[in-house]
Nanobody
């Protein structure tokens, strides 16, 4: 059974920083992509950033230049460094792990990030 354990969320003032971590445990074969999604109050879940096994990255326009995604393949862990946080970044952040072409997909339980103005 695969489990994704997220940590690092919390309350921060606008302009501050947080670092999210997501560690995957269990038997996992050939992880292709790891990423972060978020769901704000009254909004749909949206993609924030992803990183592939070859370190190719993608960022939503709203976070480019402020967030950085990275992964440690040996530890099956993905990180999201969030700088210059804005109130509109307030959301529950979810970690997602997938195989090639989404042959398998796992989600974390979510971690709350709240940015106060």
């Amino acid at each position: 059974q695969v489990q994704l354990v997220e940590s690092g969320g919390g309350l921060v003032q606008a302009g501050g920083s947080l670092r999210l971590s997501c560690a995957a445990s269990g038997t996992i074969f050939s992880i292709y992509a790891m990423g972060w999604y978020r769901q704000g109050p009254g909004k749909q879940r949206e993609l924030v950033a992803t990183v592939t096994r070859s370190d190719s990255t993608y960022y939503a326009d709203s976070v480019k230049g402020r967030f950085t995604i990275s992964r440690d393949n040996a530890k099956n862990t993905v990180y999201l460094q969030m700088n210059s946080l804005k109130p509109e970044d307030t959301a529950v952040y979810y970690c997602r792990l997938s195989g090639y072409k989404d042959s398998f997909v796992y989600w974390g339980q979510g971690t709350q990030v709240t940015v106060s103005s």
